[in-house]
């Protein structure tokens, strides 16, 4: 299926991104997940964009370097330019038959150059190194590399764990420096919370006075996190609602371009290809931007620009329909399917107590299954549900219904009585959910693949002021499917 806004390489998987915006082109490094038994090494790939929309593979940027080889996988790391124009990427490598001082794989810190803007890379082998002392040799990953002006070096961020301390709480973003991106020293923590197991790539940035630190908790959630400081060294504050989106988005790391700010995660798989399946490692790539409020906290939506490929526009549901259920629900569905692509935004002004409220997708006729959106306002969250829920028997209390929503599939958020916008985007197996253009929920969905909309309400009242169905015009341009992916070249 052709998915525009979001990217997965054809028989392949897209794994953590590393960014890099130059002259209005975002450089798109990914690992790149085959899922191959035995395992055949994880190389960097490379996908570029200028619209956020359409996508253009360039194939292997940094290949395995083979069996044999301290980076037979090739991890989570940067790029940045140096003064001379060279570009240097920082990675990490990896080889299962290497195992450190812990007894784990090791992992190591490897350099690569490009004087040929990043179609090929050198390796530097004799500048690769390992844990400082200190740190466990089987945590030394996902290198972020930026320069600090102020200091005039170059500053390392690295995931790392301490030898020492309670197991799961040994997390630690480890710091090197370098003033010449060849010899790295080892410098105090950037960032020790002592709370994680780890903090996985890990960036800094600063905008408008704000610096913010951006990791993924690697713990008893997965999800990815900021914290904001006034100062590069801190300290570093947790606002209110510090998470990006919730457990499917992963890993994401960003880039700037004409003052924007955009991150880029993936959205996790499932085992067998069904709703109750594991979450896998690796996904496909999806797009979020964040706004900064005057208070220097961030809001989180898709892009403009992925909004603006749903050209199509139809009223799905009759403005001002009031649901009005006091004591019980009640909904409403359109009197067709929807497309396989679509853009919803949903205006409710939601009644003073109201328990729940929300948008279904994928429905049937009479709204009895399919998934839904759900606002909770008096719990403060939004969150992901369906119908039926996992069944383990025959009998009736063995539907888990005593799981009333998608374990790991919730945010938290402020839901006042009024006015509340909410949009969800559907592209193939892809759902993004998004309240008030602030708060976002990504997932994925197989097990219902057509359905109708539909909004709905429960013990409360909620007025519809719109409800608009976004599609996309039939491209008249040749375009070729490559499983969920689009590759336009520009």
């Given at each position: 299926?052709?998915?525009?806004?979001?990217?997965?390489?054809?028989?392949?998987?897209?794994?953590?991104?590393?960014?890099?915006?130059?002259?209005?082109?975002?450089?798109?490094?990914?690992?790149?997940?085959?899922?191959?038994?035995?395992?055949?090494?994880?190389?960097?790939?490379?996908?570029?964009?200028?619209?956020?929309?359409?996508?253009?593979?360039?194939?292997?940027?940094?290949?395995?370097?083979?069996?044999?080889?301290?980076?037979?996988?090739?991890?989570?790391?940067?790029?940045?330019?140096?003064?001379?124009?060279?570009?240097?990427?920082?990675?990490?490598?990896?080889?299962?038959?290497?195992?450190?001082?812990?007894?784990?794989?090791?992992?190591?810190?490897?350099?690569?150059?490009?004087?040929?803007?990043?179609?090929?890379?050198?390796?530097?082998?004799?500048?690769?190194?390992?844990?400082?002392?200190?740190?466990?040799?089987?945590?030394?990953?996902?290198?972020?590399?930026?320069?600090?002006?102020?200091?005039?070096?170059?500053?390392?961020?690295?995931?790392?764990?301490?030898?020492?301390?309670?197991?799961?709480?040994?997390?630690?973003?480890?710091?090197?420096?370098?003033?010449?991106?060849?010899?790295?020293?080892?410098?105090?923590?950037?960032?020790?919370?002592?709370?994680?197991?780890?903090?996985?790539?890990?960036?800094?940035?600063?905008?408008?006075?704000?610096?913010?630190?951006?990791?993924?908790?690697?713990?008893?959630?997965?999800?990815?996190r900021y914290r904001m400081s006034r100062s590069l060294h801190g300290p570093w504050i947790r606002p209110e609602h510090d998470t990006l989106d919730g457990r499917a988005y992963y890993a994401a790391k960003s880039a700037a371009r004409d003052g924007r700010r955009f991150f880029f995660g993936w959205i996790a798989s499932r085992e067998d290809s069904t709703d109750d399946g594991a979450w896998q490692w690796a996904g496909t790539m999806s797009v979020l931007?964040?706004?900064?409020?005057?208070?220097?906290?961030?809001?989180?939506?898709?892009?403009?620009?992925?909004?603006?490929?749903?050209?199509?526009?139809?009223?799905?549901?009759?403005?001002?329909?009031?649901?009005?259920?006091?004591?019980?629900?009640?909904?409403i569905v359109t009197t067709t399917d929807a497309a396989d692509e679509v853009r919803l935004v949903a205006r409710f002004d939601v009644a003073e107590r109201t328990a729940e409220c929300g948008v279904l997708f994928r429905a049937s006729s009479d709204g009895e299954t399919g998934y839904a959106i759900r606002l909770e306002p008096g719990r403060g969250r939004l969150l992901f549900d369906r119908w039926p829920r996992r069944v383990t028997g025959t009998e009736?209390?063995?539907?888990?219904?005593?799981?009333?929503?998608?374990?790991?599939?919730?945010?938290?958020?402020?839901?006042?009585?009024?006015?509340?916008?909410?949009?969800?985007?559907?592209?193939?197996?892809?759902?993004?959910?998004?309240?008030?253009?602030?708060?976002?929920?990504?997932?994925?969905?197989?097990?219902?693949?057509?359905?109708?909309?539909?909004?709905?309400?429960?013990?409360?009242?909620?007025?519809?002021?719109?409800?608009?169905?976004?599609?996309?015009?039939?491209?008249?341009?040749?375009?070729?499917?490559?499983?969920?992916?689009?590759?336009?070249?520009?």
């Amino acid at each position: 299926m052709i998915q525009r806004g979001f990217y997965k390489p054809q028989g392949a998987w897209v794994g953590d991104v590393v960014p890099w915006q130059e002259e209005g082109v975002f450089h798109l490094f990914y690992l790149h997940e085959t899922r191959h038994e035995p395992k055949d090494g994880m190389p960097w790939h490379r996908v570029v964009t200028t619209d956020l929309v359409n996508f253009d593979e360039l194939g292997e940027a940094i290949p395995s370097a083979g069996p044999d080889a301290p980076d037979f996988n090739i991890y989570t790391g940067s790029v940045v330019r140096d003064a001379a124009g060279t570009h240097h990427a920082f990675y990490t490598g990896q080889n299962p038959d290497r195992t450190g001082a812990d007894g784990r794989p090791l992992q190591l810190i490897l350099h690569a150059t490009s004087s040929d803007g990043m179609r090929t890379w050198e390796r530097h082998p004799s500048e690769t190194f390992g844990a400082t002392a200190g740190y466990e040799t089987g945590d030394w990953r996902d290198p972020f590399v930026f320069r600090d002006d102020e200091a005039g070096l170059w500053r390392m961020l690295i995931t790392a764990r301490h030898t020492s301390g309670p197991e799961r709480r040994r997390g630690v973003i480890a710091q090197c420096v370098s003033t010449d991106l060849t010899t790295w020293e080892p410098a105090e923590p950037f960032w020790d919370p002592r709370r994680y197991i780890a903090q996985e790539c890990p960036e800094v940035f600063e905008w408008n006075g704000w610096w913010y630190l951006v990791y993924s908790e690697f713990s008893d959630a997965f999800t990815t996190r900021y914290r904001m400081s006034r100062s590069l060294h801190g300290p570093w504050i947790r606002p209110e609602h510090d998470t990006l989106d919730g457990r499917a988005y992963y890993a994401a790391k960003s880039a700037a371009r004409d003052g924007r700010r955009f991150f880029f995660g993936w959205i996790a798989s499932r085992e067998d290809s069904t709703d109750d399946g594991a979450w896998q490692w690796a996904g496909t790539m999806s797009v979020l931007e964040a706004t900064q409020r005057a208070d220097g906290t961030l809001a989180f939506h898709p892009t403009a620009e992925l909004r603006e490929s749903f050209d199509t526009t139809a009223t799905a549901l009759p403005a001002d329909t009031v649901l009005s259920a006091p004591d019980g629900y009640a909904d409403i569905v359109t009197t067709t399917d929807a497309a396989d692509e679509v853009r919803l935004v949903a205006r409710f002004d939601v009644a003073e107590r109201t328990a729940e409220c929300g948008v279904l997708f994928r429905a049937s006729s009479d709204g009895e299954t399919g998934y839904a959106i759900r606002l909770e306002p008096g719990r403060g969250r939004l969150l992901f549900d369906r119908w039926p829920r996992r069944v383990t028997g025959t009998e009736q209390w063995q539907i888990s219904g005593d799981v009333p929503f998608a374990v790991e599939l919730e945010r938290p958020c402020t839901i006042t009585p009024g006015e509340h916008v909410l949009e969800v985007i559907l592209s193939g197996q892809l759902v993004i959910a998004t309240l008030d253009d602030a708060t976002v929920l990504s997932t994925r969905v197989y097990d219902h693949t057509t359905g109708r909309l539909g909004a709905f309400v429960g013990d409360g009242s909620v007025t519809i002021r719109e409800f608009i169905a976004h599609t996309r015009a039939k491209r008249t341009d040749p375009m070729t499917p490559q499983d969920d992916v689009l590759a336009i070249a520009y």
